[in-house]
């Protein structure tokens, strides 16, 4: 074994506490990363070099649609949902095979390169698997459906089964997971949750947008308009909102409390009640936040602070580049920070390491630094001296 030791202004280690240590040190065997040792570093040889930043462990990006990178910089800002999604009806498939393989290989390295240690990434088709199965990072692919018909449910599951057939072959974890109650039909949402929670995780694209709680809520609002002028068939109007709406489709396929993982993604509309649902139907659910993906569609931020003293484990993803300038987790913990100046780096790196790892089931070997361990281990530069993210904030992996 060779041990290496690197020293930095601020170590957060995310084991016990969200507080860093200050200057800080840590040893890591060089052949594979695993953590040796860490601790304050009161002695630091002359010599020594002590990193300029916070070295903190590998980040988990909990959504990402790696598969869209080809659609980067196609998209026009600040369309709504229903916009949003005409737009990506439009750009659907607009690149050829080649164009968009290129574009996920060249993604994944620079996640990677930029200190992201395990993803949970949605596929709708195989675009992804062999960059995802050759990178290096630990990826939980989340087979995505859709589909708006109730006779439709059965062809698009034996769809997503055969996808995730090609999935495992490929050495994936993947399992399918329902897209959003605005794109399908109750028994598609409440076929592909059963399938799902069967692999112990769910993500869920949950109160995305006002308009899909107009949807739900009261039958109204331009997703409901674009869907009946299409003519396609529209969820039920339960004069409530669209959580408790899918909390009902999983009741109706598994007895609550749900323990296994479910993953909201967004919850920009998440309400108070909604935590206290979620806290008790679902006790095993997170929530993962794409605060740039928000500001990118519709302008709107959920409520964190009110999250975050739900008691609700929160995550942090990139979302896709349909939705985003890019794929970066420092500028979406640098995002929450300017828009809810009470959060601390420590407890956003909580969300963004630790947070994520447990979620993916992966916290005794990622997320925190912690002896033993193989996290990552990735600087953090351009710190301002009170230890916040600054607007020149970046990351890169050490190891
Ligand atoms: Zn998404």
């Known amino acids: 074994m060779s ?6 202004k601020f170590l957060y280690t995310l084991e016990g506490g969200i ?7 840590v040893d890591y065997d060089q ?6 040792d860490f601790g304050y570093a ?5 010599d020594a070099e002590v990193l300029d930043g916070a070295v903190v462990p590998g980040f988990v990006n909990t959504h990402c649609h790696v598969e869209l990178s080809y659609m980067k910089g196609l998209f026009r800002r600040g369309t709504g949902m229903a916009g949003f999604i005409d737009q990506i009806n439009e750009l659907r498939d607009v690149a050829p095979l080649e164009e968009r393989l290129c574009d996920i290989s060249r993604e994944m390295d620079q996640m990677w390169r930029n200190g992201v240690s395990a993803m949970a990434d949605i596929s709708n088709c195989d675009d992804s698997f062999a960059a995802k199965a050759a990178s290096p990072m630990y990826t939980r692919t989340f087979l995505e459906v859709f589909g708006t018909e109730p006779e439709d449910c059965d062809a698009v599951m034996s769809g997503v089964r055969r996808l995730q057939e090609k999935a495992l072959e490929c050495g994936l974890d993947a399992a399918p997971t329902p897209h959003a109650c605005y794109t399908m039909s109750p028994e598609l949402v409440q076929a592909s949750s059963a399938a799902g929670l069967e692999s112990g995780y769910l993500s869920f694209h949950s109160e995305e947008t006002p308009e899909e709680e107009e949807m739900i809520g009261k039958g109204s609002g331009r997703l409901w308009d674009n869907r009946k002028a299409a003519g396609m068939s529209v969820p039920p109007v339960t004069g409530g909102s669209s959580l408790e709406y899918f909390v009902d489709r999983l009741a109706a396929v598994k007895e609550l409390p749900i323990k296994e993982h479910v993953l909201l993604v967004h919850e920009v509309c998440m309400t108070k009640e909604g935590t206290e649902l979620v806290k008790k139907a679902l006790p095993g659910a997170f929530v993962a936040l794409c605060p740039r993906s928000n500001i990118y569609i519709h302008d709107a931020l959920p409520d964190v602070d009110m999250l975050r003293s739900s008691g609700i484990p929160l995550t942090i993803g990139t979302d ?8 970066d987790m420092v500028a979406e913990m640098y ?10 780096l420590g407890e956003l790196l909580g969300w963004a390491c630790l947070n994520g790892a447990r979620f993916l089931g992966k916290e005794a070997v ?10 990552g281990l990735v600087l953090v530069g351009h710190i301002s001296a009170e230890g916040r993210l600054t607007s020149s904030s970046a990351s890169y992996r050490i190891v």
Not at 19 to 25: A, N, Q, V
Not at 335 to 344: A, H, K, R, T, Y
Request: charged fraction near 25%; glycine fraction near 12%.
């Open 3 to 8: 041990v290496k030791r690197i020293y930095s």
């Open 19 to 25: 507080s860093p240590l200050s200057p800080g040190f």
């Open 31 to 36: 052949e594979d990363g695993r953590i040796v």
């Open 42 to 46: 009161d002695d630091i040889p002359e």
């Open 320 to 327: 896709s580049l349909s939705s985003n300038d890019s794929l």
């Open 335 to 344: 995002c929450l920070q300017e828009n809810f100046p009470g959060l601390s």
């Open 366 to 375: 990622l997320g925190s630094i912690g002896i033993g361990k193989k996290p």
